[in-house]
């Protein structure tokens, strides 16, 4: 260093106290059987998949794979910015454009996440005056889009169309019920015509999130809305995730097209966001086109569901009948759902591990994935693998 260069300003030291509580935090939460770490998971995983939520098996499939090389190489690795500046491109439109038709909406709007969607959604559709209702079974997404939009929200009673009337009664001016169409917990279904009849009656539109519907549930996996009759209402909105029956990763917010206008112009999970990766958005078209030409898929995901509910219930397990491809297997308590999930694993099964606070009941669960592309012997693996570490009592 020569005489005229400064020195180099000395190391601050901080003692990090502001931050004292995590250790405390931390301490609570290894008491409780609560404490998560993530674990890696490489390309070439020996594990027979129960965990994830590729609900159709299309997120390896070579068409999906080959969409979203193609569309990284046509369009870069990034949106390069949010969907106002330079972040739409035709593939993103046509995405958007074959995803309402499909559905059966008029418009569309890709964002980045399924959370993202629900969090434009919700706080674009309201404002301080609107009341909304919420059911106690919805996702994380739906209830923080609640609380950003700073309205009056009433929670209700799950899946209880009578408990959403009650609480719409006497309500003068904008109002919104939201909720899951298939709750990603337990695997039931939203009573969606019973709401919607509740809705209309009270003069409040319904929002559905319908991540875990979409490519399970319809004709040939076009989501609950379908089913129910609701697709393409003008009170009625969906969202849904392209991360599940697709394979890929983003959202959308599918509706009326003066709703997804309005989006545009008014949602900040959208406006602030960068757009959603040309290859994500690339596999996603990929799989959706996959979905329609091979509808089977969605009905082979719900007898695989109905298969693994009737053979773990006749074995004695406590085993919620599911309504999509969502088989939810309760477990003794925080600690054995853990122990069983790691026994599965070291046996060569995947499972998912649910405790609070992602269960609202407070009950420790497995959550098993019915995938489209199971085997009958890996059904049959899957199931004797459970048997075979499930706790006692």
């Not at 490519?215 to 989501?223: A, E, H, N, S, T």
């Not at 089913?227 to 029956?245: H, I, M, N, Q, R």
Request: charged content about 20%; glycine content about 10%; overall charge negative.
């Amino acid at each position: 260093m020569t005489p005229d260069e400064p020195s180099a300003p000395a190391p601050r030291q901080a003692s990090g106290a502001a931050f004292d509580w995590i250790d405390t935090a931390r301490a609570e939460r290894r008491r409780a059987g609560l404490v998560r770490t993530l674990r890696p998971r490489p390309a070439d995983s020996p594990l027979l998949d129960l965990a994830s939520n590729d609900y159709l098996g299309l997120a390896r499939h070579p068409e999906v794979i080959h969409g979203a090389a193609g569309a990284a190489y046509r369009w870069g690795a990034g949106a390069t910015g949010s969907r106002l500046v330079t972040g739409s491109t035709e593939l993103h439109a046509q995405l958007e454009t074959e995803l309402a038709a499909f559905c059966g909406f008029e418009a569309a709007l890709v964002l980045s996440s399924g959370y993202a969607a629900n969090l434009a959604a919700v706080t674009a559709l309201t404002d301080r005056a609107t009341h909304i209702v919420s059911d106690a079974g919805n996702h994380a997404s739906l209830i923080d889009g609640c609380r950003l939009s700073r309205a009056r929200t009433a929670v209700v009673p799950h899946a209880d169309p009578e408990a959403v009337r009650t609480a719409l009664t006497g309500h003068d001016g904008r109002a919104l019920a939201v909720t899951d169409s298939v709750f990603s917990v337990d695997g039931d279904a939203a009573p969606l015509p019973d709401l919607a009849d509740v809705c209309r009656a009270r003069g409040a539109a319904l929002l559905v999130d319908d991540a875990h519907g979409l490519g399970v549930l319809g004709d040939g996996g076009r989501g609950a809305l379908a089913a129910a009759g609701l697709a393409g209402d003008g009170d009625v909105v969906a969202t849904v995730t392209l991360s599940k029956s697709l394979g890929s990763q983003g959202g959308a917010v599918l509706g009326p097209a003066r709703v997804i206008e309005h989006l545009v112009n008014t949602a900040r999970s959208f406006i602030f966001d960068t757009g959603l990766a040309p290859a994500a958005a690339g596999g996603a078209l990929a799989a959706l086109r996959l979905l329609r030409g091979e509808p089977q898929r969605a009905t082979r995901a719900r007898q695989v569901a109905g298969e693994l509910h009737v053979r773990l219930t006749a074995a004695g397990l406590a085993a919620v009948r599911p309504d999509a491809a969502v088989v939810s297997v309760r477990a003794p308590s925080p600690e054995q759902a853990v122990r069983w999930a790691a026994d599965c694993r070291a046996a060569g099964l995947a499972v998912g591990c649910f405790r609070p606070p992602s269960v609202p009941d407070g009950i420790s669960r497995l959550r098993l994935t019915a995938r489209a592309d199971l085997t009958e012997t890996q059904i049959d693996t899957a199931v004797g693998t459970i048997l075979a570490t499930a706790p006692e009592g």
